[in-house]
T-cell receptor, first 117, second 118 residues
Framework: GAVVSQHPSRVICKSGTSVKIECRSL??????MFWYRQFPKQSLMLMAT?????????EQGVEKDKFLINHASLTLSTLTVTSAHPEDSSFYIC?????????????FGQGTRLTVV | AQKVTQAQTEISVVEKEDVTLDCVYE???????LFWYKQPPSGELVFLIR??????QNEISGRYSWNFQKSTSSFNFTITASQVVDSAVYFC???????????????FGTGTRLQVTL
């Protein structure tokens, strides 16, 4: 079964509203979660790295006030797209770093397709 | 800075043909990991393989095989006897060195779209 569960899988929202995406590690503690964004037919671009109990580290060019990341527990990280606009429409994927090197890069959520209308 | 290049944007083959997807990487790190992922139309990322930079042995898993050549900084992926279900976008990725207690970021290539037709 899935080790990382991402919800919702698909969401449509109106421009100006906020959307929250959840990423849960099931049965495992994820000290670190990564959030990626993927525009159509493009690669995955790392947006931010979140560590449990501390502020997220954002990649250059990613607006931290627009993409709020919370990692309140070892099993849950959330990404909130605030005041969403059509250009925020994208595929968002989370990834959990669980355990040691033997699981590095292995666990991704199912992704969330966000459409802002 | 790390960089991953997948020069093939799209490849189209007929079922049962063999196909090789190229991946070339750049890093200043002496230790790192390389990965391949499959992304079918549904979007989820399917983990295929992780390779340690110290391990240059080629690997075979069913119809899949990987050729790691550190001398040319390449990590190519071959699908033997391709099938329609292999149609997807394939990503190669490179990680920072792993250190316990720290986050290891991945850098992805731009992906290769593989179309397998009957």
């Amino acid at each position: 079964g899935a080790v990382v569960s991402q919800h919702p899988s698909r969401v449509i929202c109106k421009s100006g509203t906020s959307v929250k995406i959840e990423c849960r590690s099931l049965d495992f503690q994820a000290t670190t979660m990564f959030w990626y964004r993927q525009f159509p037919k493009q690669s995955l671009m790392l947006m931010a790295t979140s560590n449990e109990g501390s502020k997220a580290t954002y990649e250059q060019g990613v607006e931290k006030d627009k993409f709020l990341i919370n990692h309140a527990s070892l099993t849950l990280s959330t990404l909130t797209v605030t005041s969403a606009h059509p250009e925020d429409s994208s595929f968002y994927i989370c990834s959990a770093q669980i355990g040691g090197r033997e699981t590095l890069g292995a666990f991704f959520g199912q992704g969330t397709r966000l459409t802002v209308v | 800075a790390q960089k991953v290049t997948q020069a093939q944007t799209e490849i189209s083959v007929v079922e049962k043909e063999d196909v090789t997807l190229d991946c070339v990487y750049e890093t200043r790190d002496t230790t790192y990991y390389l990965f391949w992922y499959k992304q079918p139309p549904s979007g989820e990322l399917v983990f295929l393989i992780r390779r340690n930079s110290f391990d240059e042995q080629n690997e075979i898993s069913g119809r899949y095989s990987w050729n790691f050549q550190k001398s040319t900084s390449s990590f190519n992926f071959t699908i033997t006897a391709s099938q329609v279900v292999d149609s997807a976008v394939y990503f190669c990725a490179l990680s920072e060195p792993y250190m316990a207690g720290t986050a290891s970021k991945l850098t992805f290539g731009t992906g290769t779209r593989l179309q397998v037709t009957l």
